[in-house]
């Protein structure tokens, strides 16, 4: 089992696509916390090939909407906020060749955190793993599900014997605060997503 950490303060996309194969033919693809879509967007317009199927998981049902007009995923699965086990969905479809679990278990208290990261580890042959490097405080209002409940660094993730990078990019930072700006503003196409990751 291959897997990867990178702690950071926000999305570093440019690192993460060079973990990610170039062509995701016949992969079996998991992302757990898809929230609105952005790694099934980036997986379908940045990859080539066809992934075997592109399954995507989240805690909020407000989102369901949104993902049915965009078709991003194959498979949609809805996790219980509470659980500190997968959905039964998830094993399913047994063994996975890439799971990504990015800026998802910052958003889950310790126990419940590592309780799925050991699921997830059980069934994904590759993991991305990404998360505030420590404790960043952020509370949204009427959206329990965007709370950060656990701060995580490198140390928490000894025990799993993972491969651990550590980077900071002030570019990626702004192109994340311009995503929140649009996320405040309630405009949140993909078409925004394209001209700000470009």
Same mark, same amino acid.
């Given at each position: 089992?291959?897997?990867?950490?990178?702690?950071?303060?926000?999305?570093?996309?440019?690192?993460?696509? !060079?973990?990610?194969?170039?062509?995701? $033919?016949?992969?079996?693809?998991?992302?757990?916390?898809?929230?609105?879509?952005?790694?099934?967007?980036?997986?379908?317009?940045?990859?080539?090939?066809?992934?075997?199927? *592109? #399954?995507?998981?989240?805690?909020?049902?407000?989102?369901?909407?949104?993902?049915?007009?965009?078709?991003?995923?194959?498979?949609?699965?809805?996790?219980?906020?509470?659980?500190?086990?997968?959905?039964? #969905?998830?094993?399913?479809?047994?063994?996975?060749?890439?799971?990504?679990?990015?800026?998802?278990?910052?958003?889950?208290?310790?126990?419940?955190?590592?309780?799925?990261?050991?699921?997830?580890?059980?069934?994904?042959?590759? #993991?991305?793993?990404?998360?505030?490097?420590?404790? #960043?405080?952020?509370?949204?209002?009427?959206? =329990?599900?965007?709370?950060? &409940?656990?701060?995580?660094?490198? !140390? $928490?993730?000894?025990?799993?014997?993972?491969?651990?990078?550590?980077?900071?990019?002030?570019?990626?930072?702004? &192109?994340?605060?311009? &995503?929140?700006?649009?996320?405040?503003?309630?405009?949140?196409?993909?078409?925004?997503?394209? =001209? *700000?990751?470009?």
């Amino acid at each position: 089992m291959e897997a990867n950490y990178i702690g950071h303060d926000l999305i570093l996309t440019e690192y993460i696509d !060079k973990l990610i194969p170039k062509n995701l $033919d016949n992969l079996r693809i998991l992302e757990y916390g898809c929230y609105k879509g952005f790694w099934g967007w980036f997986l379908r317009s940045n990859k080539t090939g066809k992934p075997k199927f *592109l #399954m995507g998981v989240d805690v909020d049902s407000r989102l369901l909407p949104i993902h049915d007009r965009l078709n991003l995923y194959d498979i949609l699965c809805l996790a219980n906020p509470d659980s500190y086990d997968l959905p039964d #969905m998830v094993y399913q479809y047994g063994e996975y060749d890439l799971t990504l679990f990015c800026e998802t278990i910052e958003h889950m208290n310790k126990i419940q955190g590592r309780k799925i990261l050991e699921h997830l580890l059980e069934i994904s042959r590759h #993991m991305i793993i990404t998360t505030p490097n420590g404790f #960043m405080p952020n509370q949204v209002k009427d959206m =329990l599900f965007l709370t950060h &409940l656990s701060g995580w660094n490198i !140390k $928490d993730f000894a025990p799993y014997k993972l491969k651990h990078v550590v980077v900071k990019r002030k570019r990626i930072i702004r &192109l994340y605060l311009k &995503l929140i700006e649009l996320i405040k503003r309630k405009k949140t196409t993909h078409e925004e997503f394209l =001209l *700000l990751w470009k």
